[in-house]
């Protein structure tokens, strides 16, 4: 089945150690979004990818990077996490932006210790 | 910035009585979806609108667009434990600085009890 995935379901890094998580996509989809969620929160955009267009929330902290070498991947890089990024990172794509739909993988727990 | 405020925050309800939840956009909205996100799971798409007050049904669950496009609700009938999890809007803004940025609403959570 088509799908969006993300690896590793489960991640734990250290505080300040760098870590990258990963999406990949069977979709074809032209737009991958990486978000944020908290606990009990709505999900927060940090950006996203519109084939090779990059585009950054404003208020998407520096220590978040992405890459998309290809259109079936995305990463996302933390460069030195911090307690606060702790996190469910939710990796999302859509065939266009305007009145598409988002298919949405099943994310990645991101722990900092 | 575009915002997007949902309530309520929290509903608790025994099975079989209706839940209803609304968004409200600080600005004028092109279209709105509707998320659901089960516990521990991730946000699955329920549907779109688009015209302004349009209503959409999708067996139990009907779906409301404003006239003026700057608010949305959703209303489960006779509410089941399958329908458990956290609804989320999530508003496309129509113009300015907002234009074509899909915002989410904070979500409402729904218990229901057998």
């Known amino acids: 089945d088509a799908m969006v995935i993300q690896n590793p379901r489960y991640q734990v890094t250290q505080f300040g150690k760098p870590v990258t998580l990963s999406c990949s996509q069977t979709l074809n989809h032209n737009v991958m979004y990486w978000y944020q969620q908290k606990s009990s929160q709505a999900p927060k955009l940090l950006f996203h990818?519109?084939?090779?267009?990059?585009?950054n929330e404003a208020d998407t902290p520096d220590n978040f990077q992405s890459r998309r070498p290809n259109t079936s991947f995305c990463f996302l890089d933390i460069r030195s996490p911090g307690l606060g990024d702790a996190a469910m990172y939710l990796c999302?794509?859509?065939?266009?932006?305007?009145?598409?739909?988002?298919?949405f993988g099943p994310g990645t727990r991101l722990t900092v210790t | 910035g575009q915002q997007v405020m949902q309530i309520p925050q929290y509903q608790h309800v025994q099975e079989g009585e209706d839940f209803t939840t609304y968004c409200n956009s600080s600005t004028t909205l092109s279209n709105i979806q509707w998320y659901k996100q089960r516990p521990g799971g991730h946000p699955v798409f329920l549907i779109q609108l688009v015209k302004s007050g349009e209503v959409k049904k999708q067996k139990r669950l009907t779906f409301q667009f404003g006239e003026a496009k700057k608010n949305s609700s959703l209303h489960i009938t006779a509410t089941q434990t399958t329908d458990v999890g956290t609804y989320f809007c999530a508003g496309r803004g129509a113009g300015g600085t907002s234009y074509g940025k899909l915002t989410f609403g904070q979500g409402t959570i729904l218990t229901v009890h057998p």
């Open positions: 999302a794509t859509s065939r266009g932006q305007g009145t598409y739909e988002q298919y």
């Open positions: 990818y519109y084939d090779k267009d990059f585009n």
